[in-house]
């Protein structure tokens, strides 16, 4: 019943900025670990930041880590990936993420802990 939307992906300088937007809608009660995860061809998907909704709790990988802000409107059911200083390596198809309610974020994030995902948003960051 979940559903989640990307966007707000693009090309950029290496240096510059970018936010991507995840909508959500088909929620059941309760709270959610949401995250971002990105995925270049040829490679695993990883996990780049997750948040707890309604919690502050927060977990980002290091190569993002200072660089990357998660966040989220509540009110609005959207997750954010506010992503400063971009670099080349970041370049990736973002995909937000859901876990199914009253499920804990974990302490590092996997594709099997999550059960729903968006269609992708692309990001590419040039030198």
């Not at 198809?93 to 099997?112: D, Q, S, V």
Request: charged letters at 15%; aromatic letters at 12%; proline letters at 5%.
């Amino acid at each position: 019943q979940v559903q989640l939307v990307e966007s707000g992906g693009g090309s950029v300088q290496a240096g510059g900025s970018l936010r991507v937007s995840c909508a959500a809608s088909g929620y059941t009660y309760g709270p959610h670990c949401m995250g971002w995860f990105r995925q270049v061809p040829g490679k695993e998907r990883e996990g780049v930041a997750t948040i707890l909704t309604g919690g502050s709790s927060t977990y980002y990988a290091d190569s993002v880590k200072g660089r990357f802000t998660i966040s989220q409107d509540n009110a609005k059911k959207e997750l954010y990936l506010q992503m400063n200083s971009l670099k080349p390596e970041d370049t990736a198809m973002y995909y937000c993420a859901a876990r199914r309610a009253w499920a804990a974020c974990p302490p590092y994030p996997r594709l099997t802990d999550f059960d729903y995902w968006g269609q992708g948003t692309q990001v590419t960051v040039s030198s």
